[in-house]
């Protein structure tokens, strides 16, 4: 994990905030190659969502096709949102000081892969010491609106997205064609006050989600839950992660989150983690009505039937009120009126770009411009992923070479294809320079393209060198793209 982390900071896909002034824990800024790795993560979850969302097989009895439309909705919203969501009564953690060495953390973390007081990182062991007994500590980040600095401007940044998409549910359905079964995503800044941030960009107080509410009947809701789920882990194999080191998994019944009737987490097993532990990725839950019903009828509990119920405060009357607007949906061809099921998948953006940086991270064994061999270090990020897509490189600044490298480069850009045009150095050292970034394609001007136009293609993984026609070069750089 220390080389993956000297990397980013070497290379500039991650910096401490403000690391000038000593950093800010928690916090972490995107450097100029970073910013487009992270925004390839965004944009591959945009396209395979919404873009492309209904590309593939729906389950049986539900409609072969649906639609699916994006947001972008304000950080801050109104209080009484989190209020009816449960995330102002709920949304905390149980925190615990040692007494020892004062690091504070999160209680249901004692004894994982990420307390810090492993053996390694503490002179005693943990269960050996002292802790003070578990306090609530809610993970909202408070603000106050406009001139008021009393309780009645106080409002909260967002800690999730998903709430944006609930509270317009009735927005998209009279504003847009859609139909009941269909999709709101949205990706943006979230932002949780954690106790412990830790494990580079995993544990971060600022980050950033993608996630997708799926509106659908309830009686198709768990085929539509098993749908997501399976096919959110597949976008991930398919972008890279080796399915030894990512895998799928159930929660068990007593973790199940106050809203869900059931919840399978993606997890990956990053390195920082001890040996066979995993780190969340994404959640896919099924909210059942949970949201629309609290965000109409006010902040829901379980009764001792097991029902959802509006709380009552101490006058007998809803705890925290909701906004009173019908939020159910009517289906003018079955005549149906039905509050909708909602299916989550709930992704970071963050934690995404780590595991594929980790997954990507790998050293071999190549033979130097000299002949000896030297240790080369390549990130083999899926070609969609990279944040330049190609290298064009003369082979020596004459002959011609430069003028022709250039106008290919030119080419390559006026595509839209992030690329980039480099004549400094060995040949050699210019490549690695490439694989440590994770640049897919590399492609040489020589002698010969000046008497033939064809340049040679060097491929990042297979180190396999060979001759194109410069002119299809743009043609392959898009093809390679799309697998
Ligand atoms: P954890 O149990 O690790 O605290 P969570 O279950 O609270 O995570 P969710 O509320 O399900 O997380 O949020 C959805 C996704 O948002 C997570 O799967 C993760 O990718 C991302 N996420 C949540 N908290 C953070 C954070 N502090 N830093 C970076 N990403 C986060």
Not at 134 to 153: C, D, Q, V, W
Request: proline share 6%; with cysteine; charged share 30%.
């Amino acid at each position: 994990m220390e080389k993956i982390v000297a990397l980013c900071k070497r290379r500039g896909f991650i910096f401490q905030s403000s690391e000038i002034y000593g950093g800010l824990n928690g916090f972490w800024d995107y450097g100029p190659l970073g910013v487009e790795l992270k925004r390839n993560v965004k944009d591959a979850w945009w396209k395979d969502m919404i873009t492309h969302h209904d590309e593939f097989e729906t389950p049986p009895g539900a409609p072969q096709s649906f639609s699916m439309v994006g947001l972008d909705c304000s950080i801050i919203m109104h209080p009484q949102v989190w209020k009816c969501s449960g995330h102002y009564d709920l949304f905390h953690d149980f925190m615990v000081d040692c007494k020892e060495c004062k690091a504070r953390f999160r209680a249901d973390h004692v004894g994982s892969s990420e307390c810090p007081l492993k053996p390694s990182k503490h002179p005693g062991e943990h269960d050996k010491c002292q802790l003070t007994p578990p306090r609530e500590f809610n993970l909202m980040f408070k603000t106050y609106i406009g001139a008021l600095s009393g309780e009645e401007g106080a409002a909260f940044m967002r800690p999730e997205t998903a709430q944006g998409m609930f509270v317009n549910f009735k927005n998209v359905c009279d504003t847009q064609r859609v139909r009941v079964p269909f999709g709101i995503a949205q990706a943006g800044k979230s932002f949780r006050n954690e106790i412990t941030p830790r494990n580079f960009t995993f544990r971060s107080r600022e980050f950033e989600q993608m996630e997708m509410e799926f509106f659908c009947h309830p009686s198709q809701s768990f085929a539509w839950y098993q749908y997501w789920r399976d096919r959110r882990y597949n976008w991930y194999v398919n972008l890279g992660l080796n399915s030894t080191r990512l895998r799928l998994r159930d929660h068990a019944q007593d973790e199940l989150s106050h809203y869900s009737v059931g919840t399978a987490d993606i997890e990956y097993a990053f390195p920082f983690l001890d040996q066979g532990d995993f780190g969340e990725l994404e959640g896919v839950a099924h909210r059942g009505d949970f949201d629309l019903r609290s965000h109409s009828e006010g902040k829901l509990v379980r009764d001792a039937a097991g029902h959802l119920t509006p709380e009552l405060g101490p006058d007998g009357k809803p705890k925290y009120p909701g906004s009173g607007k019908d939020l159910s949906y009517f289906d003018d061809q079955t005549r149906e009126r039905f509050l909708p099921h909602v299916i989550e998948p709930a992704a970071g953006a963050d934690r995404a770009t780590l595991a594929f940086l980790c997954e990507a991270y790998t050293e071999d064994e190549q033979p130097d411009d000299s002949g000896a061999m030297q240790q080369r270090v390549l990130l083999k990020l899926h070609p969609r992923l990279a944040p330049l897509k190609a290298a064009v490189f003369p082979l020596v600044k004459k002959g011609g070479m430069p003028e022709f490298a250039l106008e290919l480069y030119r080419e390559i850009k006026r595509a839209g294809i992030p690329c980039v045009y480099d004549q400094q150095a060995a040949i050699g050292k210019r490549y690695r320079r490439q694989d440590e970034i994770g640049t897919p394609f590399c492609i040489t001007v020589d002698g010969q393209t000046i008497d033939d136009r064809t340049v040679t293609w060097r491929d990042r993984d297979t180190l396999e060198q060979r001759r194109l026609p410069a002119d299809r070069i743009v043609e392959e750089i898009v093809n390679r793209l799309k697998t």
